[in-house]
C-alpha cells in the first residue's frame, strides 16, 4: 500500500473513528488472493466492547461507500482492538498497559521483562520480578532506552480485584 493511499485513508478514517471516542490505531491494506482486506484497528482507554466496535465498523463503511479512498475493486472491510499482545509504540499505549507485563528491548542491549507501574512525559517507573524467590525491585526506564515493547500475556496472575476480596474475607474471618 503506498504512503499516499495510507495517508488518505488515515486522513478520512481518523475524525470517524475519533467522533465514537475511540482513537485509530493502525490502518492496513493486503491482499488475499483477489480480494484486499482493510484493517483497522480501533482502541481507546476504556478499551473498545463488541457494541463500540460495530457502531465504529458500520460508519467506517458507510464512509468508505460514499468515498472512491478504496477504489473500485471489492474490498473487505475488518475492525478489532489491538489485541492481548500488542506492540507500545505510543505514550498513550504506555498509559494504558499500567499493570500489564511488557518485555521491553532495550536499546543497550537485552531485554527486560518488567510490570508498568506508571508513565510520565520522559519514561516508566516499572517493578521487575524478582528471581528464585527474591524480592521484586523497582525500575526507572526511559522512552530512549526502549527499542521494541510488547505486553505480555499472563495467564495466572491474581487479579486485582480478587486480590482485595480475598483481604477483605481475611478480616471477617
Do not use: C, W
Request: glycine share 8%; aromatic share 2%; net charge negative.
Amino acid at each position: 500500500m503506498s504512503t499516499t493511499q495510507s495517508e488518505r485513508l488515515r486522513e478520512l478514517l481518523e475524525p470517524l473513528v475519533s467522533s465514537q471516542g475511540l482513537d485509530l490505531e493502525e490502518i492496513a491494506v493486503d491482499s488475499v488472493g483477489r480480494k484486499r482486506v482493510l484493517r483497522v484497528v480501533v482502541d481507546s482507554d476504556t478499551g473498545a466492547d463488541l457494541d463500540r466496535i460495530a457502531d465504529v465498523s458500520r460508519a467506517l463503511s458507510a464512509k468508505l461507500d460514499e468515498t472512491d479512498a478504496m477504489g473500485s475493486a471489492e474490498y473487505t472491510l475488518e475492525v478489532g482492538t489491538p489485541g492481548a499482545e500488542r506492540l507500545l509504540t505510543e505514550h498513550r499505549h504506555y498509559v494504558r498497559a499500567t499493570g500489564r507485563l511488557v518485555r521491553f528491548q532495550l536499546a543497550e542491549g537485552g531485554e527486560l521483562t518488567a510490570r508498568i507501574l506508571g508513565a510520565d512525559d520522559e519514561g516508566l517507573d516499572l517493578e521487575v520480578p524478582g528471581v528464585k524467590g527474591r524480592k521484586a525491585t523497582a525500575r526507572r526506564l526511559a522512552f530512549d532506552d526502549i527499542t521494541r515493547a510488547r505486553v505480555q500475556v499472563e495467564f495466572n496472575r491474581k487479579d486485582d480485584a480478587s486480590d482485595k476480596n480475598n483481604d477483605k474475607k481475611e478480616e471477617e474471618a
